[in-house]
C-alpha cells in the first residue's frame, strides 16, 4: 500500500512537465484521492472472511464446481510452449455427451491471463455459461504469462534471464505465432474444422493483426470482441499517458529489465491474503490503469481471486508496442527502428497493419463487438475508426454494443457483467446457430 502511494506521487511529479490528454490531472488526482479514501476505508472497516475460491488453483476452481478440467501445452512454431486450460463439460457428463461439443476459445487481454474470464462469480461467468450452453470451452493463454512460461529451447529462451531471447516478442508474434498454434490444435484436437473466438482487449488486436498478416477467419464460425482494440490514440489511462511520456521505457532498457510483472505463481498464493486486505485499495489503484471510473461495478469479495491469479505479466517490448501505437494513433507492427526494422521487415518504417486484407478476410465473419462508453482503452473516436473499418456489415454479419458506465474489465469482472455481456453474447451465438 505504501508503494502504491509513493508510486502516485511519483506519477504527478513526473507529469507536471509532460504533454498529456486533456482531463489527465483530473483523472489523476481524482484516482489518487480515491486510492488513498480506499485506504482508510480498508483500514478502518472490518475485514470479510476471504472467498473459498481464493484458495483453489486452477485446476481446483474448475473442479470444485463440477467441472472437467484439463491443461493442454501448444508448441508454436517458434517454440513457444503455450498453456490452454479446457472444460470439455461437467462431471457427470456421460463421456459419449461430451464428443462433438463446438469449440469457443476465449483469449485474455494484456497482462492477464486466462483465469480473468472467471474472477467473478463463476456461476454468472461466460466459461460456465458457454459449457451449460452445450461448448467446448478452451481458455487460452499468451507468451510472456505465468500459465505460459516454457520454451522448446529453455537454454536460450529462459524465463527468469532478463537478457534471454524468450522477451523479445509483442502482439505481432501473438497473431503471428500464439493465435494460429491455438486455433489449429484445438480445432485438430475436436475434430472441427471452426470455432467460435471470444476476445478481451489485446485478445482482439491480435484477431484484427491475425487477418491483416494472413488468414484465420477461414477457421472461425463466430468472431466476439469485448472491449475490442485497435486504434488508442485517444486513450485515457492516467498511469499508461505517464509510461508513454515519461521516458521510463529509456530506464526500464538501460537496465536491461525485459519484461513486466513477472513472478512465480507461489508469489500469487500470498498476494491473495494481502489482497484481502486492502481489496477496495487494490482495485481503486488497478483503475489508474484501467480506467478512473465513478463507480465500482464489480464484487470486492472477489479481490481476493483477482490477487491468486493476476496479473498475468508481459514482455517490455510488448508494452512498448502498445505505447507506440497511443502515440501515433496508427494500427501499425513494432517499430524497432531504422536500423532493425531494415532488418526486420526490409524497410526502414514498420510497416501498417494491412486493412484491406482485414476486410476482406472478416467481410463474411459474424461478429459481436461490445464496448464500454467509459472504456478508457476504447476511447469513442477510436471505436469509431474501427466501426468505419467495416461499416459495410454493419446491420448484416456486424453488431455492436455500447454499454453506459462500462470500463474496460467490466465486462468480465462487473456484478452486471451476466445481464450486460454474457446473456447478449449467448444470445448472439444461438441465433447464429439457429439461422445457419
Partial sequence: ????????????????????????????????????????????????????????????????????FEEHKIITEDGYILSAHRLPGKQSDKIKDLIGRPPVMLQHGLLDNSATFTIGAFNRSLPYLLSEAGYDVWMTNTRGNFNSYEHSNPKDYSVFDQHSKYWNFTFDQMAIYDLPANIDYILDYTNHEKLTYIGHSQGTIQFWAANSMGNIANKIEAFVGLGPVMYIKNMRSPIMAILKLSGINNLFKYMDWNNLLIWPKIVNVELKSIVKYFRKTVWRFVQLIVGVEPEIMIDLDRMPVMGRHEPGGTSLNNMLHWLQMSNSGLFQRMDYGEEENIKVYGQAI????????????LKDLDMFLIRGDIDVFVEENDFQKLIDIFADKIGTTLQYKVIPKYGHLDYIWAHSSYEEVALPVLDFLKNRRTST
Avoid at 506519477?11 to 490528454?21: E, G, H, Q
Avoid at 514498420?350 to 478476410?361: G, I, R, S, V, W
Fill in 350 to 361: 514498420a510497416p501498417l497493419f494491412d486493412q484491406e486484407n482485414l476486410k476482406k478476410n
Fill in 1 to 68: 500500500v505504501g508503494i502504491s502511494s509513493i508510486l502516485i506521487l511519483l506519477l504527478i511529479t513526473s507529469a507536471a512537465t509532460a504533454k498529456v490528454y486533456d482531463g489527465f490531472y483530473k483523472d489523476l488526482s481524482l484516482g489518487g484521492w480515491r486510492v488513498l479514501t480506499a485506504l482508510f476505508d480498508d483500514l478502518w472497516n472490518k475485514t470479510p472472511e476471504m472467498v473459498d475460491d481464493a484458495y483453489k488453483s486452477d485446476s481446483e476452481y474448475y473442479q470444485s464446481y463440477g467441472f472437467r
